[in-house]
């Protein structure tokens, strides 16, 4: 069984520039969150996708968006990046929507200069 | 809203120790609750959850925590503290569809020889 994997690990970018982040779901998962993490912090919720359509977001302006793909695959994309985005970003796939349990990636850490 | 608060950002026990880490939520609905632990450099894994059934939930790695109500409490322990679980530790309870989590800051946890 294939767990969640993300990519990539780690990039630098500067402000004002957009970024991508990919996630592949747990075997059997329909459903996919996102998280950012900033340093010494805990998980925020960025948003949740289930079979492909939004389920749900946190206190992220629009300039964060996503995308769920039929094989359950997820994408987050960062616009107009700023100094304050940088963070880890953590995909977690679930079995169903209040399945309750989250499997994390690993994160994609991304830097902002 | 639901949330949780983790008292101490920082908890030192010694090796062979009572490890005691303190998580109160607030839920306006029976919560379902999850203790995570992240390792340096990794996403988050699952140690143990409650879903109304016991209250004495048992996890892995040894750890365990019991559902309070009357205190709104969901403290994680592990009666003997080993090397291997210095790491950060997240408390998180669920929202009211039960299909997205909420975390807390986290705790880091530092076993000294």
């Known amino acids: 069984e294939t767990g969640v994997t993300q990519s990539p690990t780690h990039l630098i970018k500067t402000r004002g520039q957009q970024v991508t982040l990919r996630c592949s779901s747990q075997?059997?998962?329909?459903?996919v969150s996102w998280y950012q993490q900033a340093l010494g912090q805990g998980p925020q919720f960025i948003f949740q996708y289930y079979r492909e359509e939004e389920n749900g977001r946190g206190n992220f302006p629009p300039r964060f968006s996503g995308l769920q793909f039929p094989n359950y695959s997820s994408e987050l994309n960062v616009n107009a990046l700023e100094l304050d985005d940088s963070a880890l970003y953590l995909c977690?796939?679930?079995?169903?929507?209040?399945?309750?349990?989250?499997?994390f990636g690993e994160g994609s850490r991304l830097t902002v200069l | 809203a639901q949330s949780v608060t983790q008292l101490g950002s920082h908890v030192s026990v010694s090796e062979g120790a009572l490890v005691l880490l303190r998580c109160n939520y607030s839920s306006s609905v029976p919560p379902y609750l999850f203790w995570y632990v992240q390792y340096p450099n990794q996403g988050l894994q699952l140690l143990l959850k409650?879903?109304?059934?016991?209250?004495l939930v048992k996890g892995i790695n040894g750890f365990e925590a019991e559902f309070k109500k009357s205190e709104t409490s969901f403290h994680l322990t592990k009666p003997s503290a080993h090397m291997s679980d210095a790491a950060e530790y997240f408390c998180a309870v669920s929202d009211l569809g039960r299909d997205k989590i909420i975390f807390g800051k986290g705790t880091r946890l530092h076993i000294l020889p």
């Open positions: 075997s059997g998962h329909n459903t």
């Open positions: 977690a796939s679930s079995l169903d929507r209040g399945a309750g349990e989250l499997f």
């Open positions: 409650y879903t109304s059934a016991a209250t």
